[in-house]
């Protein structure tokens, strides 16, 4: 908590602190361990978590980041919150994001800019940056934002830490201030992947209240975890990896793709196979996702009306009413998103965007599938570059969608990714980190691959 207080003056991950009530939570917990009340240690108990500012928390304020719901506070915890506090967590706080998630560095809140912890002039990428930069700087130890294009693994990456984007419907949406209801998913960060895996194994399982999450067991993803004998030469003998061939091309920076290389050599000399494959659709991704993800959010959206939620304001009719909130209440990219998606979706030029992006979505997932019928996992940076300048691309909309291209096909095909730190790039004091996206098939969180040489 005194480092939280010392460093968050600087960093801006929060858009609301609870210190003093984490403070309390956990002399309450202390004073219950004391006393030898025997169910007052969970799983986590006392760890301090961050949650998105997308997530209702009912003891808290809960904006999207988004000024329309300045003032609200939701009378429930999202499910994954809920999940958190009954495993003992003590959730310290509401990190920033870009507006409803929107975004891809932070600087799309209505509230602040979030700063990169290795570099107080870069963004900590988006939209998930406060949940990123909180957990980078050790303000908490783990955190969890949402995914709906890239924005727990592109953050994860800016920042160096770990970030875990679950299969779509392994964690429950129920609370989560929807975006794009058929890419959302609620995702975890934390400073090592058993970290990761820990919070997943509490936030993940079925959720009567979000009829798309899964029914699938929910294993124990950390005690799954293998620690590799690096004594033993060879661990990951009988592993197949494939390095998304497009993904090292044009438009991505040497340092990045130097550290993918390093790191697909290492894992070589680990004994696993590393091959190049190829996603011939791998291009299309990233417009059929901004077809589709404004459509879906140009109709999610529409329940802030000014009525329901958030802010108040005084109008003489009802449509008066939804113009003013809506034009004072959203941001810039917010309400270019919903332009976006009302235009796609509008009479005479549905077939021509929203159908076509659909014929997309579908060819994605057989190349997503196809590829993973061959390689056990496929690899490839989490984002183009490195954290880059606040401001840099804040008058670019396409550049900074650009930027997207690493993330968003994972999305349109439902899978789980992991972003892991694997290298630097020169910048900041110290370097800025470099992510690796490791894609695996449906619900494979947690799986193992056979090693003829091991036993595991
Ligand atoms: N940057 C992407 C967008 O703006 C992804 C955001 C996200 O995953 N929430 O849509």
Redesign the pocket.
């Given at each position: 908590l005194s480092r939280l207080r010392r460093t968050e003056p600087s960093l801006r991950s929060f858009i609301h602190v609870a210190d003093a009530a984490a403070e309390r939570e956990a002399v309450e917990l202390d004073r219950r361990i004391a006393s030898g009340e025997k169910d007052a240690v969970g799983p986590l108990s006392g760890v301090l978590v961050g949650v998105k500012d997308n997530l209702c928390t009912a003891n808290m304020p809960s904006t999207g980041g988004s000024r329309i719901l300045d003032g609200y506070r939701p009378a429930y915890d999202a499910t994954a919150v809920r999940r958190l506090r009954e495993a003992g967590a003590i959730v310290v706080g509401k990190t920033n994001?870009?507006e409803f998630?929107?975004?891809?560095t932070t600087e799309?809140s209505a509230f602040q800019v979030t700063t990169n912890p290795w570099d107080d002039s870069c963004v900590p990428g988006?939209?998930?940056g406060g949940s990123a930069s909180a957990v980078s700087a050790r303000q908490c130890v783990v955190s969890l934002g949402?995914?709906?294009?890239?924005?727990?693994r592109?953050p994860a990456s800016f920042c160096g830490v770990v970030g875990l984007k679950p299969t779509y419907g392994r964690v429950s949406r129920f609370g989560l201030m929807a975006?794009?209801s058929s890419?959302?998913v609620v995702g975890c960060f934390g400073s090592s992947v058993f970290d990761t895996a820990t919070i997943l194994s509490v936030v993940a399982g079925h959720d009567k209240r979000d009829s798309t999450s899964s029914s699938q067991v929910v294993p124990d993803y950390a005690s799954e975890l293998v620690s590799l004998d690096l004594l033993e030469s060879k661990p990951l003998t009988g592993v197949r990896i494939g390095i998304i061939q497009e993904t090292l091309g044009e438009g991505v920076a040497n340092g990045v793709i130097s550290s993918i290389k390093g790191a697909a050599s290492h894992l070589e000399q680990l004994g696993s196979v590393v091959e190049e494959v190829s996603l011939p659709s791998f291009s299309l991704g990233l417009p059929a996702?901004?077809i589709l993800?404004s459509s879906e959010a140009s109709s999610n959206l529409s329940r802030y009306d000014g009525i329901r939620y958030g802010r108040q304001v005084s109008a003489d009719d009802l449509n008066d009413l939804y113009g003013e909130s809506r034009a004072n209440g959203l941001g810039h990219?917010v309400k270019m998103?919903i332009l976006m998606g009302t235009y796609a979706l509008s009479a005479g030029y549905y077939d021509a965007y929203y159908k076509r992006a659909q014929q997309v979505r579908t060819l994605v997932n057989e190349s997503f599938k196809d590829a993973l019928e061959r390689y056990d996992i496929l690899i490839s940076p989490a984002a183009p570059s490195a954290a880059y300048k606040i401001g840099e691309k804040i008058n670019d909309p396409l550049a900074?969608?650009a930027?997207?291209i690493m993330?968003?096909n994972v999305?349109l095909a439902g899978l789980p990714a992991l972003v892991v730190p694997c290298g630097f790039v020169e910048g900041g004091p110290a370097g800025l980190p470099v992510g690796l996206q490791m894609i695996g098939s449906q619900f494979s969180e947690a799986q193992r691959v056979e090693n003829p040489l091991n036993n595991f």
């Open positions: 994001l870009d998630g929107m975004g891809s799309g988006g939209s998930s949402s995914d709906t294009g890239g924005s727990v592109q975006y794009a890419l959302d996702y901004y993800a990219e998103r900074m969608y930027g997207d993330t968003v999305n």
